[in-house]
């Protein structure tokens, strides 16, 4: 039999509110209130149940992270062995749940936005390496959840965070000159991405 906040509550010497406050990091909690109903919980290895925290908060705790139509991009590029890195280590730090969504085609991209984001499941989305005119973006921009995109995207009014392509082809171009190299070339990514 699973625990509730009110057995918990009952094995601090404290009220089911109190332990919810506790859980839910209110600065209204005694530090001595706080650390007993902490080891009370730590002793019983009690969870809060999901559901019920999803129902009360109306938040699920969960962020999504796309990587449309480029599985195979995931495993030949550094890059995104590095990007999920860091958004899971920024995730377990919020104590948020991080949902991967691969796509091996444009067909089981499409099935994402009725089947996830409009699901109610997420509480946010991470897209990256969107093509130019995707119709993902399109949706999420008419939707209701919270989104921001990794890149910069091709039409205005999208939240982005993005790298300094230009700079960063400086330094290399300078860190190349600098080793007595004198000609450099370069490869781009697909052209059907902004940053390509």
Same mark, same amino acid.
């Given at each position: 039999?699973?625990? #509730?906040?009110?057995?918990?509550?009952?094995?601090?010497?404290?009220?089911?509110?109190?332990?919810?406050?506790?859980?839910?990091?209110?600065?209204?909690?005694?530090?001595?209130?706080?650390?007993?109903?902490?080891?009370?919980?730590?002793?019983?290895?009690?969870?809060?149940?999901?559901?019920?925290?999803?129902?009360?908060?109306?938040?699920?705790?969960?962020?999504?992270?796309?990587?449309?139509?480029?599985?195979?991009?995931?495993?030949?590029?550094?890059?995104?062995?590095?990007?999920?890195?860091?958004? #899971?280590?920024?995730?377990?730090?919020?104590?948020?749940?991080?949902?991967?969504?691969?796509?091996?085609?444009?067909?089981?991209?499409?099935?994402?936005?009725?089947?996830?984001?409009?699901?109610?499941?997420?509480?946010?989305?991470?897209?990256?390496? #969107?093509?130019?005119?995707?119709?993902?973006?399109?949706?999420?921009?008419?939707?209701?959840?919270?989104?921001?995109?990794?890149?910069?995207?091709?039409?205005?009014?999208?939240?982005?965070?993005?790298?300094?392509?230009?700079?960063?082809?400086?330094?290399?171009?300078?860190?190349?000159?600098?080793?007595?190299?004198?000609?450099?070339?370069?490869?781009?990514?697909?052209?059907?991405?902004?940053?390509?």
């Amino acid at each position: 039999m699973s625990l #509730t906040l009110e057995d918990i509550g009952r094995l601090a010497g404290v009220s089911r509110s109190t332990v919810s406050r506790v859980i839910n990091r209110h600065s209204s909690v005694s530090p001595d209130v706080r650390e007993r109903v902490q080891e009370v919980i730590l002793r019983t290895g009690y969870s809060p149940n999901a559901a019920a925290r999803s129902l009360v908060s109306g938040r699920t705790g969960v962020i999504g992270l796309v990587i449309p139509s480029r599985v195979h991009s995931l495993f030949e590029d550094p890059y995104f062995s590095r990007l999920i890195q860091g958004i #899971t280590t920024a995730a377990n730090k919020a104590e948020t749940t991080l949902a991967l969504f691969l796509f091996q085609d444009e067909e089981e991209e499409a099935e994402l936005y009725p089947r996830v984001v409009t699901a109610g499941t997420l509480d946010g989305l991470i897209v990256t390496a #969107t093509r130019m005119g995707d119709p993902l973006v399109a949706r999420l921009i008419a939707g209701a959840l919270p989104w921001v995109m990794v890149g910069r995207p091709d039409i205005d009014g999208v939240s982005y965070v993005n790298v300094d392509n230009h700079d960063g082809a400086r330094q290399a171009a300078a860190h190349l000159c600098g080793l007595g190299r004198r000609r450099i070339g370069m490869i781009g990514g697909p052209t059907s991405t902004t940053a390509g």
